[in-house]
Nanobody, 119 residues
Framework: QVQLVESGGGLVQAGESLRLSCIGS????????MGWYRQAPGKERELVAH???????YYDASVKGRFTISRDNAKNTMYLQMNSLKPEDTAVYYC?????????????WGQGTQVTVSS
């Protein structure tokens, strides 16, 4: 099983951008679907964006038009480009293997990467 490690979080002001990376311990070429999730304080973890191997993407309505998910199989890396960040985007962001956007039975979670957006 490929292990995933998130990075790229930080403290930014509203309107700024960040790019998160999710790096696999091995090849992600054979992984059909992967997703970015986030958990804000006091809230449940939620799906932010999902991408299939063939490139089909899904976005939560709250980030559609601002966030872009992509994957570079040659670099064993999935990305989340986050533009026009809002304070409500503040959360710990995680990546995971997920065959479909609606998949709930996911593998173990990594440590995530903290994103904090100040107003």
């Amino acid at each position: 099983q490929v292990q995933l490690v998130e990075s790229g979080g930080g403290l930014v002001q509203a309107g700024e951008s960040l790019r998160l990376s999710c790096i696999g311990s091995g090849s992600i070429l054979s992984i059909d679907g992967m997703g970015w999730y986030r958990q804000a304080p006091g809230k449940e973890r939620e799906l932010v964006a999902h991408i299939l191997k063939r490139g089909t993407t899904y976005y939560d309505a709250s980030v559609k038009g601002r966030f872009t998910i992509s994957r570079d199989n040659a670099k064993n890396t999935m990305y989340l480009q986050m533009n026009s960040l809002k304070p409500e985007d503040t959360a710990v962001y995680y990546c995971n293997i997920a065959p479909f956007p609606w998949t709930t039975d996911l593998g173990s979670w990594g440590q995530g990467t903290q994103v904090t957006v100040s107003s």
